[in-house]
Structure formats: C-alpha cells, structure tokens
C-alpha cells in the first residue's frame, strides 16, 4: 500500500502507541496485503527481554513475513513495531506515521540479528570476515576489537577451526552456524530466525538446533519461525500459532502443543506429529 505522506496507526496501534521497555519486542495491530490478499490481519504480539518465542504454523500463514516485519524488510499497512521500547521504521507526529530515512532504518537493523534460511554469508570473505563485518560498517567498531569479538563467537558455536575457510568451504549447519554468530556479532536486543533448519540436510538439522540451544540458554531474547515442534517444546517459553494471518492461539508449550483449545491448533499438530 503506498504511503505518499504518512499512515494511520489504527486503534490497536494507537492503544499501545506509548514507548515502553517491558517487551523486547511489541506488535500491534499489524496488518500487511500483497497483491490485495491480506497475509496478516491485525497481529498483536509481545516478547519480554530473555524469552524465547516460537511461531508455528502452516505454510503461507504470514509467519516469515511477520519476522521481516519486525526489522522493517517488510513496511505495515496498518500497526506499530517496537524493538526496546523504540518504534521500528517509523516517527510519529500526531496520529499518523512517517518512515524514517533510510540511513536510521539500518541503525535500527543493527540492534535487531536475522538468521535466514539460506544463510546469505558473503562468498568472497572468510568466516571471521563475515562476522565482523557488521559490527565494523553498521555499529563503527574497531576491526580488530570486531574481529576479536567474532573469534569468540565462533569457538561458542563449535566453528573457532574454521575462521579462515571460506563459506563454500563449509557444510550447510556449519554455514547456518556462522550466520547465528555473525547475528550476535551486532549485540542485538532480539535475534530473529526463519525457519533456519529447513534449508538443510536432516543429518545437518541438529548441530544448528544445538547452537540456537545455547544462544537461548544464554539469556538472549529470540523470536523464531520453525517446523521443529520438538524443539519448540524444548526451548520456547511461549509458542503461537498462526494462521491464515491471525494469532489463533498462543501460550506455554505444554498448554498449545498438548493441551490446545482451538480447533485449528489441533488440525495442524495432528498433520505435523
């Protein structure tokens, strides 16, 4: 939807239009359409500092483009974003929303780590390259406290041994384990995964698992898109499922995934069990 001047936040975005610091990360009222089919209707989400959400769903249910959203890839057609208490992508003047210039939306993408699902490592640098790079060209830090930096990011996610290879050098988990640190390289107050299994051979899915296992058990906030509803029993402290752009239901692990209310929740464990 084109926005020449600014946009409406809606009700539920203005609702919960003051700054606050209790979420990691807030969504209000999203809403988002392409093409004139809606894929999110009204999303209203909260992540507290530390926790670990996890969003299942069927294929086409919005939930990569919910991610996107958050580190504004994707820009609203209605609804707020805030990463630590500061809208994403946007300032506000009265009741509408105005986008930020482009050079404070990749400062705000500095505080927010992407894991995607086909890695996107740079092919002409090393693995100590890619993660220092950000940290040096988004964030100004000295190369080589930067460098430094990624050399201990990568003994904790088992890859010290390989810093000077390069990223054909590399299996898929191995790559997609250089990505997860090159996204705690930038700091950043919540790390954002998509689907980061689903691009790699089944023998390759669990040492991937295992690192995200430790970025959680280190207290960072994670919000992550998965098919792994095992894992997401293990590691979330709240998974939601959403559905044909709609939060049907959301909770504990053990209240959504063995005890769920709706019957859409049902119809979709019953196929992926």
């Given at each position: 939807m084109r926005r020449p001047e600014g946009h409406r936040t809606g009700e539920a975005a203005r609702n919960g239009?003051?700054?606050?610091?209790?979420?990691?990360?807030?969504?209000?009222?999203?809403?988002?359409?392409?093409?004139?089919?809606?894929?999110?209707?009204?999303?209203?989400?909260?992540?507290?500092?530390?926790?670990?959400?996890?969003?299942?769903?069927?294929?086409g249910s919005g939930k990569s483009t919910l991610l996107r959203i958050v580190?504004?890839?994707?820009?609203?057609?209605?609804?707020?974003?805030?990463?630590?208490?500061?809208?994403?992508?946007y300032r506000r003047r009265g009741?509408?929303?105005?986008?930020?210039?482009?050079?404070?939306?990749?400062?705000?993408?500095?505080r927010i780590g992407f894991v995607f699902q086909n890695f996107n490592l740079f092919p002409h640098l090393?693995?100590?390259?890619?993660?220092?790079?950000?940290p040096v060209a988004a964030q100004r830090r000295a190369r080589s406290a930067a460098e430094k930096d990624a050399?201990?990011?990568?003994?904790?996610?088992?890859?010290?041994?390989?810093?000077?290879?390069?990223?054909?050098?590399?299996s898929g988990g191995q790559q997609q384990r250089v990505a997860i640190a090159r996204a705690l390289a930038l700091r950043p107050k919540v790390i954002l995964f998509d689907e980061p299994t689903s691009a790699l051979d089944p023998e390759l899915v669990g040492e991937v698992l295992d690192a995200i296992r430790g970025v959680a058990r280190a207290g960072a906030t994670l919000l992550i898109v998965t098919h792994e509803v095992g894992f997401a029993r293990e590691v979330a402290d709240t998974v939601v499922l959403l559905d044909?752009?709609?939060?049907?239901?959301?909770g504990p692990p053990h209240k959504v995934l063995d005890d769920p209310d709706h019957d859409r929740?049902?119809?979709?464990?019953?196929?992926?069990?």
């Open positions: 239009a003051a700054a606050t610091t209790e979420y990691a990360v807030e969504l209000r009222g999203i809403r988002k359409s392409y093409a004139g089919t809606e894929v999110l209707s009204g999303v209203d989400l909260a992540v507290r500092p530390g926790e670990v959400t996890a969003v299942l769903g069927p294929s580190n504004h890839l994707e820009k609203v057609d209605a609804g707020t974003v805030r990463v630590g208490g500061e809208l994403v992508g009741d509408r929303l105005y986008e930020l210039p482009e050079r404070e939306i990749l400062r705000q993408r500095s090393t693995v100590l390259e890619n993660v220092a790079l950000a050399s201990e990011l990568l003994e904790r996610v088992g890859l010290a041994d390989r810093a000077t290879a390069y990223p054909r050098q590399l044909a752009g709609r939060i049907v239901e959301q929740t049902k119809a979709f464990l019953a196929h992926v069990l």
